[in-house]
Nanobody
């Protein structure tokens, strides 16, 4: 079983910064894409940023220039640095990873974390 555990959420003032972390653990043979999504109250879950293993990073347009995704493959961890936050960024932020659990099974399965709440308010 694979688990993703997010951390780093909290309350921040407009214009402030936060850094989210997401660590994958459990039965992991290989992780392909890792990324972040968010869901604001009353809205659908949306893409924030994704980072394939060795591929091109993709950001949602509203996050470009403010958010930076990075990963440490040795630690199976993905990060999201969020700068210049505004109240519209308030949401639960979810980590997602495409995980291959064994050498004998070539398939990848999507795994979600439990989410971490980011609140931007003065």
């Amino acid at each position: 079983q694979v688990q993703l555990v997010e951390s780093g959420g909290g309350l921040v003032q407009p214009g402030g910064s936060l850094r989210l972390s997401c660590a994958a653990s459990g039965r992991i043979f290989h992780i392909n894409q890792m990324g972040w999504y968010r869901q604001a109250p009353g809205k659908q879950r949306e893409l924030v940023a994704v980072m394939p293993n060795g591929g091109t990073t993709n950001y949602a347009d509203s996050m470009k220039g403010r958010f930076t995704i990075s990963r440490d493959n040795a630690k199976n961890t993905v990060y999201l640095q969020m700068n210049n936050l505004n109240p519209e960024d308030t949401a639960v932020y979810y980590c997602n990873a495409d995980v291959r659990v064994s050498a004998s099974d070539p398939s990848y399965r999507g795994v979600w974390g439990q989410g971490t709440l980011v609140t931007v308010s003065s």
